[in-house]
C-alpha cells in the first residue's frame, strides 16, 4: 500500500532542480560565502587594530608629560620668568644623569 502510494505521488513532486531552486544545482552555493565574509570582518579589525598601534604605539609607551615638558609649558604661559625656567631646567637635567 505505501509503495503504491510513492509510486503515484512521486512523478507528481518535483524535484528542486526542476523547478530551478537556485541552491539544487549542488555547487558551493551561499555556505561558502558567509565564512568568507566572517574571515573578512576579523582581518578587517586586526588590521584597524594594528594600525591604531603602529600609528599611536602602544598605550604604556604613551607615558604622561615629562618634568622638561611641563616646565615649558609653565614658561610659554608666562608662570615662570626665563631664569627661573632655566634654573629648574638644570636640575631637572641633572636629575637625568
Known amino acids: 500500500m ?7 505521488a ?3 513532486v518535483a524535484s528542486a532542480a526542476e523547478m530551478g531552486h537556485p541552491y539544487a ?8 560565502v558567509f565564512p568568507i565574509l566572517w574571515f ?9 587594530v594594528a594600525r591604531r598601534a603602529r600609528r599611536y604605539g602602544p ?3 604613551r607615558g604622561g608629560a ?5 616646565l615649558g609649558e609653565r614658561y610659554a604661559r608666562g608662570e615662570i620668568d626665563e631664569a627661573e625656567y632655566r634654573q629648574r631646567l638644570a636640575v631637572l637635567k ?3 644623569r
Open 25 to 32: 544545482g549542488g555547487g558551493p552555493g551561499w555556505w561558502i
Open 2 to 8: 505505501l509503495t503504491t502510494a510513492t509510486a503515484i
Open 94 to 96: 641633572e636629575d637625568r
Open 59 to 61: 598605550p604604556w609607551a
Open 66 to 70: 615629562g618634568g622638561v615638558d611641563v
Open 10 to 12: 512521486a512523478p507528481a
Open 40 to 48: 573578512l570582518l576579523f582581518a578587517t579589525v586586526v588590521f584597524l
